[in-house]
Structures are given as C-alpha cells and as structure tokens.
C-alpha cells in the first residue's frame, strides 16, 4: 500500500472508496464505461438500470474520483478518470475464479 503511514484519514478515504465498489450497479456502470465515455442515456440503456437509479450511482462515482462527467448541450458525458480501478477487479475475479475451482474440486472428490 506504498510507504507512507496509513493515517486513520487514509484509512477512511481508502474504506469511503471500498464501499463504493461494493454496490453491483456501480461495478457495472463502471464496466460499461471500460471501453470509453458514454452518455448517461447510453449507461441506462446497457445496464438495464432505470435513469435515476444510474444518475445517483454516478454521483457517487463522480464524487470519489472514478469518474468525470461533462455536458454537451442537453447531453451528460462519463468517462472513467483512471482505468486502474479495473486492475483491483481483475485481481478479485482471479481470485474467485482460483477459489471456485478449488470448490469444485473437493466437491468432486466427496
């Protein structure tokens, strides 16, 4: 987590950001965001979430950072600020992948 000390502050901006992550629909807002910057109409189109649903996630979103938004005549723009969020998703998902498999594999022997 770098070299600096890990200040109750810190701590509180890390966990603030955790737990924005941990809402499925942000995940997902943030996925369709992945290959470049769409408009809020568009996100609500290839999530499935109603508007105000996704207006509200972005918000959340745009206040801790993970993404900017821009108006363009009667249109709202999003686009992510740093695509490194995905590393950490990408960590997660091998992580489960590796545990399913072990699962799997003491299920197959029981």
């Given at each position: 987590m770098?070299?600096?000390?890990?200040?109750?502050?810190?701590?509180?901006?890390?966990?603030?950001?955790f737990r924005a992550?941990?809402?499925?629909a942000r995940?997902?807002?943030?996925n369709?965001?992945?290959?470049?910057?769409k408009?809020?109409t568009?996100?609500?189109?290839e999530?499935?979430?109603?508007?105000?649903?996704?207006s509200?996630?972005?918000?959340?979103?745009?206040?801790?950072?993970?993404?900017?938004?821009?108006?363009?005549?009667?249109?709202?723009?999003?686009?992510?600020t740093d695509?490194?969020?995905?590393?950490?998703?990408?960590?997660?998902?091998?992580?489960?992948?590796?545990e399913?498999?072990s699962r799997?594999?003491?299920?197959?022997v029981?």
């Amino acid at each position: 987590m770098g070299t600096g000390k890990m200040t109750p502050e810190l701590l509180t901006l890390i966990a603030d950001r955790f737990r924005a992550l941990s809402e499925p629909a942000r995940l997902q807002i943030l996925n369709a965001l992945r290959d470049g910057e769409k408009t809020v109409t568009q996100l609500v189109e290839e999530t499935g979430l109603g508007q105000a649903n996704v207006s509200k996630h972005l918000q959340v979103l745009h206040s801790l950072g993970f993404i900017s938004r821009r108006k363009q005549g009667l249109f709202v723009y999003c686009t992510l600020t740093d695509k490194d969020v995905f590393r950490l998703c990408d960590l997660m998902c091998g992580r489960l992948e590796t545990e399913l498999s072990s699962r799997k594999k003491i299920l197959a022997v029981g």
